[in-house]
């Protein structure tokens, strides 16, 4: 702290302090949530060094660490911005998972009668269905939100259990592959309409997509009148209804955006990873993207680091449990005093003196 | 068994914000701890290592936890580096796992145990990993389908709740017992219908009442199952579930029997547990090790019953009656003796409708009964 108060005596020194508030504030808060867990892990008899070695070896430490985190980070990009889109609006849609089912349901539906279809063809209707299938499942919370004044948190996460039970119900039913005894599902997908890995990587085509999503999310919300309008409303409903803001087709069209993006994760759930759809779509991905979108403010180019960082966690996991037989849970404790830590690193914002401009 | 439903619940990771300040600082971390700590390379292998990957907490009492205490025997053997993880959903996320155990840990054997790791992602893997045995849990293996470096093991386990339906049968008063099931699958239904054929082999008047809950692992389901199950008359309680801890609490807190599942839950109600139809992972798994470490090749399609050893009975408990003994221990007997079948005619399905006429039986070992899909008269409730 000292040094920084040293550096920010100059007038320049202080403006570039100011701007990089947004990323140090947080950044120092997950080292001390670091810390802290270090020292939970020496309480309990463990190394820390050891841990966060361990922790870096499996997120980031080769190739085979870096694929596998980035391939958890592909579903995490799409179903983050399903909160984080709304979230502009001040609309706070917990139930994206909901979205990501159903998109995979519809891929896995709508490929059956596409086999043979080449895919060029057969992969934009797959995704497209997924799309508007998730579009419709969370524009449902924004119309129920505009029209009825339904809160959307509740109904987007009431939304998420009935498209599980839907998914269950079709898949255990109607869509039921017959050969898919003990672990019902729809019948495969046909192999010329799966989605393949990116050239040179073990990681599929969603991580690009999703990444493409954030930017465009990114130019969406701040460079467009769109989005300009959709932040004003995100401000104050109010005020922007007497500027004349259309605030319902915003509250529609931002809503459905986000779940169009979850449905697209569920898409490359199918068709880049299982294959059909089945019971296996319902993996968390959904509530995994609440916290990212929140952690990321919001803002669609955040998301990418942060999702990269918390499927980093994730795949570090394993080699925790195997290399110092901890429980699964140890990451879990990690990731919760690292959320808390920079949750309440928010309450700090605007208030340490060495980011004010002196004089 | 298995879909996975905990980690939908757990409501997920919380993490950070990062840039890439942050990841720099976090490398600066990581180096300084691998270099310092090194644990890494304590592991040069030497002997075999074999992964285990489990889709549940590994002390779930029950599906779970029957495949860890197997791994733990493996780990007591000599020349055998065991490593595991618990908790791994069937997503992209096995397959990371399984990649990681080879790659990080040179395992060359690995049981990934839960039944929806099987398709897309260890036939996935397979062909990617030609040196690594990949042994599946569920029976899935084709010849004409399915990779050489894949095998598969199940066993008879419906026998062992068949054994259940007999103890059941000779502690229930009400003539009720019940029966908390996940899914309507196959595996699940033999499961039912062997209770109530167990039970219905001491006292025709039984009936079974089933309750699916629709998951693998949903707590609070399986205990309003349990409670509505004891409401509607039942005494004696099993189930179906990846981990049996909820509804045999629950129902011994009710004050009905129960019959155990998966593993040994008798800790958890020593006076009302009758007896369990447990998996005994521990002798599939060492006898396939040890055949590794001979060097000898693992057979690609593997099952047994209990005369195998595949499965076992928890020991009795203290409620079942000294008849009830005597039949139990005639009719297991009998089972290992060979030749024994549950289901066999005359035999109707709870809609009226034949599954086996006079005079049909079909072997623990019949591939029809793998495709059930139909509840035998005297169990109350539907497929669907």
């Not at chain 1, 993996?283 to 990212?292: F, R």
């Amino acid at each position: 702290m000292a040094v920084l108060d040293a550096v920010g005596t100059g007038g320049g020194a202080v403006a570039a302090l100011r701007r990089a508030e947004p990323v140090i504030v947080p950044v120092l808060a997950l080292l001390a949530g670091l810390v802290v867990f270090g020292l939970f892990l020496l309480t309990q008899g463990r190394s820390p060094v050891e841990f966060f070695g361990y922790v870096w070896q499996g997120a980031f430490g080769s190739v085979f660490s870096w694929m596998n985190t980035l391939s958890r980070a592909a579903p995490l990009l799409l179903a983050a911005l399903c909160v984080a889109l709304p979230a502009r609006l001040g609309l706070v849609v917990i139930g994206g998972e909901g979205a990501i089912v159903l998109g995979g349901l519809a891929a896995g539906a709508v490929a059956l009668p596409l086999a043979g279809v080449p895919a060029v063809v057969g992969l934009p209707v797959m995704a497209g269905a997924a799309m508007i299938v998730g579009a419709v499942w969370i524009g449902l919370a924004g119309a129920l939100r505009h029209y009825r004044g339904v809160n959307e948190t509740i109904s987007s996460l009431l939304l998420a259990y009935i498209a599980i039970a839907v998914m269950n119900h079709l898949v255990e039913g109607p869509l039921r592959d017959p050969a898919s005894l003990n672990k019902p599902s729809t019948a495969p997908v046909a192999e010329g309409l799966r989605v393949g890995m990116i050239p040179g990587m073990d990681v599929h085509w969603g991580l690009v997509w999703g990444l493409i999503a954030c930017a465009v999310a990114w130019v969406l919300v701040e460079r467009t009148r769109w989005g300009f309008a959709a932040r004003i409303a995100g401000g104050n409903v109010r005020a922007a209804e007497v500027q004349g803001l259309p605030v319902g087709r915003l509250i529609l069209g931002f809503t459905a955006l986000g779940g169009a993006c979850a449905g697209l994760a569920g898409f490359f759930e199918v068709a880049a990873v299982q294959g059909s759809a089945n019971a296996s779509l319902v993996a968390g991905y959904g509530y995994t993207g609440i916290l990212i979108a929140f952690l990321a403010r919001h803002n669609g180019l955040a998301i990418i680091p942060v999702a990269v960082l918390l499927a980093g966690f994730d795949a570090s996991s394993g080699l925790i449990q195997r290399r110092m037989e901890m429980p699964d849970a140890t990451m879990q404790v990690l990731q919760g005093i690292v959320f808390i830590a920079i949750l309440m690193s928010d309450a700090v914002y605007g208030r340490l003196p060495f980011f004010k401009a002196r004089g | 068994m298995t879909d996975f439903r905990p980690a939908a619940l757990r409501l997920a990771s919380p993490s950070i914000l990062s840039r890439r300040d942050l990841l720099r600082g976090a490398a600066a971390l990581g180096g300084v701890a691998a270099l310092s700590a090194m644990p890494g390379a304590a592991r040069a292998q030497s002997g075999l290592t074999v992964g285990f990957i489990y889709v549940g907490p590994r002390d779930d009492f029950g599906y779970n936890q029957s495949h860890a205490q197997g791994a733990a025997a493996v780990k007591a053997m000599e020349g055998v580096t065991v490593v595991e993880e618990e908790n791994v959903p069937e997503t992209q996320d096995v397959q990371k796992s399984m990649e990681s155990m080879i790659n990080l840990d040179g395992a060359t054997l690995l049981f990934p145990t839960s039944f929806g790791y099987f398709d897309p992602h260890i036939l996935t893997l397979a062909p990617k990993y030609t040196d690594v045995r990949f042994q599946h849990c569920g029976g899935l293996w084709s010849a004409d389908k399915h990779p050489t470096n894949v095998g598969s093991y199940f066993g008879y386990i419906g026998m062992g709740q068949y054994l259940n339906g007999i103890a059941a049968g000779h502690a229930s008063v009400t003539k009720k017992i019940g029966f908390v099931a996940a899914k309507p699958i196959p595996q699940v239904l033999l499961n039912i219908n062997s209770f109530l054929l167990g039970a219905r082999s001491v006292d025709p008047s039984i009936t079974c009442q089933v309750i699916f809950t629709g998951e693998w692992s949903l707590a609070v389901k399986e205990a309003e199952a349990t409670n509505a199950l004891v409401d509607a008359g039942c005494d004696v309680i099993t189930c179906h579930v990846d981990g049996p801890k909820v509804v045999v609490e629950t129902a011994a807190g009710r004050g009905a029997f129960v019959c155990g599942y998966h593993a040994d839950q008798s800790s958890l109600a020593p006076e009302k547990y009758l007896t369990g139809a447990e998996w005994n992972w521990a002798k599939v798994y060492t006898d396939m090790v040890s055949a590794t470490l001979k060097g000898e090749a693992i057979p690609n399609f593997v099952r047994g019953g209990l005369a195998d050893g595949f499965i076992k009975m928890s020991p009795l408990g203290p409620a079942v009656p000294e008849a009830g003994r005597a039949q139990f221990e005639a009719v297991k007997a009998e089972i290992e003796k060979g030749g024994f079948s549950v289901i066999k005619g005359p035999l109707k399905d709870n809609q009226g409708n034949v599954v086996a006429a006079d005079g049909e039986a079909f072997l623990e070992t019949d591939p029809v009964l793998e495709g059930m899909g139909y509840l035998v008269e005297g169990v109350i409730g539907s497929t669907s």
